[in-house]
């Protein structure tokens, strides 16, 4: 069964990047079917699509984030990762790895890690 | 911010049928771009619900059902009970943002 394990720091000083890996069990990340991506949820709050990668390396990207995101893949390691810089205490959230079908149609969320909180604090 | 929008809250009594409003444009839901939806219980991690508007994967209830006309969707919850007490959001593709998946603001489902 794939599951997915998001891991890294769970606090992170403002102005610094913030960095977390997602390990992938039970499929492979070089499946041609399927993107690997990133949701957040601020505490309280809504979710928030970062962005996702597909195990060539070809990234999708919120364009409100984009300019501070990076999302790469590591098939060796069965790991895709999520690099933010500069982060801000606006950028606290439970942060969600996933795998999303390929298509724009067929384009949902299943399944999902279970999150990490990461906080953006000095 | 979300470009889809749902009710803050929704509740219903035990056996009632509750429902859950999308609302979109053009760009996305009116663009014809299927609906998803996602259930989040208390402290857990979204779960999927609901897939390409009407379809539930395995293991999902059949009192849980969804729709899609022009610019919304809903998803539909009937025989209520209080294990659906979560919070529920729809997803769906936005074509004016370039690659963006985009999800809505939430409900949150209380039973009385």
């Known amino acids: 069964q794939l599951q997915l394990q998001e891991s890294g720091p769970g606090l992170v000083k403002p102005s610094e990047t913030l960095s977390l890996t997602c390990t992938v069990s039970?499929?492979?990340?070089?499946?041609?079917?399927?993107?690997w991506g990133w949701i957040r949820q601020p505490p309280g709050k809504g979710l928030e699509w970062i962005g996702h990668?597909?195990?060539?390396?070809?990234?999708y990207y919120n364009p409100s984030l984009k300019s501070r995101v990076t999302i790469s893949v590591d098939t060796s390691k069965n790991q895709f990762s999520l690099k933010l810089s500069s982060v801000t205490a606006a950028d606290t959230a439970v942060y969600y790895c996933?795998?999303?079908?390929?298509?724009?149609?067929?384009?949902?969320?299943?399944?999902w890690g279970q999150g990490t909180l990461v906080t953006v604090s000095s | 911010q979300s470009v889809l929008t749902q009710p803050p809250s929704v509740s219903g009594a035990p056996g009632q049928r509750v429902t859950i409003s999308c609302t979109g444009s053009?760009?996305?839901?009116?663009?014809?771009?299927?609906v998803h939806w996602y259930q989040q219980l208390p402290g857990t991690a979204p779960k999927l619900l609901m897939y390409?508007?009407?379809n539930r994967p395995s293991g999902v209830p059949d009192r849980f059902s969804g729709s899609k006309s022009g610019t919304s969707a809903s998803l539909a919850i009937t025989g209520l009970q209080a294990e659906d007490e979560a919070d529920y959001y729809c997803?769906?593709?936005?074509?004016?943002?370039?690659?963006?998946?985009?999800f809505g603001t939430g409900t949150k489902v209380t039973v009385l």
């Open positions: 390409g508007n009407t």
């Open positions: 997803q769906s593709y936005d074509s004016s943002l370039s690659g963006s998946n985009v």
């Open positions: 996933a795998r999303r079908l390929l298509g724009v149609v067929i384009n949902w969320f299943d399944p």
């Open positions: 053009s760009s996305n839901i009116g663009a014809g771009y299927d």
């Open positions: 039970g499929d492979s990340i070089s499946s041609t079917s399927y993107y």
């Open positions: 990668v597909y195990y060539s390396g070809n990234t």
